[in-house]
């Protein structure tokens, strides 16, 4: 277990680098305009302009040492469920059980919450709903995990042959993602920003997470397949 987590510190590590190099590179032009909308926004609007507490530089240092931090934790984590699934996903073909993982944990705790509630820019939303879109965005998040837990019981516990098993599977799955995107309500606030930039804020915010999670499922699975990491 002591190798794995530190298998997991290192991947998640690699992850969270990775994540930060995209927000500095092709995430930058769609921050920093969602940014100047939102100061355009206040000046327009009227609002008391205070000065940052700190400049733009030591906040965009301040986020890639979050996104490192962030990934040290989804690393770990990560190396925790491998390592609880089984050893017929870590051994003897540990690369492809990493992927199969990192797949299955993007869709449940990425891609499952973007879909409902999509990242929006700065501009867009008001403050006083911060706590409300917090609650509805975790309980998409919880939801969407214990649908793809339940799932992956039901797989695992039915005796069928593989086709209808894997008809039967996809099913209960888009059923579940059903009742999820109906139950819970859309987002309280309305969107004013362009839609341009809205839409590339969230493809950039999609886009970090995804080299993230691949970056983490791909190094996790290549350190365990070295012969001392499976011994």
Known sequence: MKRILGIGCLAGLAA???AALFAATVGRGPIQDALAL???ISHATGG???EDLFGRGVQEVGGAVGLILFGLALGVAFAVVLAAVGPRL???TPLP???RLGLCGFVAVVLVPFLKYPANPPAVGDPDTVNE???LYFAALGLSIAL????WRFHGGIAMAPAVKAWATAGLYCAGLTVIFLALPGNPDPIDAPADLVWRFRLA???GLTVAWTTLALVTGTMLSRPSARA
């Open 38 to 40: 939102e100061d355009s």
């Open 205 to 207: 915010s999609l886009g």
């Open 90 to 92: 870590v051994d003897p």
């Open 133 to 135: 879109r917090t609650l």
């Open 148 to 151: 793809t837990w339940a799932v």
């Open 16 to 18: 969270g680098v990775a």
């Open 48 to 50: 008391t302009h205070h």
């Open 97 to 99: 059980a990493s992927i």
